[in-house]
């Protein structure tokens, strides 16, 4: 797996993210994802994203930082730190999360197929 591939992939995911576009989060996230978030939830594909699909997830900025790629055969870890301002039904988000995603390249397209965040103090 080439580590400019999932560069791109990331802007990808974090420009679909950003404006809620949910063909492409479809495409890049895995049927069985599992994703942890800072509560301990553990969410599937589908519920992140009706999260989008229903509007109670809306981003107002999104920012990127320090990432770390690792690629392992056909699968790379990610390590970001991502600034968010925003609002998740109706609850304003302003925070720094350090994500983990693993990406996993199944025939020409990457997806996420796992990751966590955890708030940044």
């Not at 560069?7 to 890049?28: F, G, P, Q, R």
């Not at 990127?64 to 699968?75: F, K, L, P, V």
């Not at 968010?84 to 350090?98: E, F, Q, S, V």
């Not at 996420?112 to 965040?117: E, M, P």
Request: charged share 25%; with cysteine; aromatic share 8%.
């Amino acid at each position: 797996m080439e580590k400019s591939n999932v560069v791109n992939a990331e802007i990808e995911l974090l420009t679909a993210i950003k404006y809620a576009d949910v063909s492409v989060l479809e495409k890049m996230l895995h049927d069985d994802l599992l994703f942890n978030l800072p509560d301990g939830q553990t969410i599937t594909k589908e519920f992140d994203l009706n999260a989008y699909r229903s509007g109670k997830m809306k981003i107002d900025f999104l920012e990127a930082s320090d990432q770390i790629i690792n690629c392992i055969g056909d699968t790379a870890i990610v390590s970001v730190a991502v600034s968010l301002k925003g609002h998740y039904d109706n609850n304003p988000i302003d925070a720094t999360l350090r994500y983990i995603r693993v990406w996993k390249q199944f025939g020409e397209d990457l997806k996420v197929i796992a990751g966590s965040c955890a708030e940044l103090r």
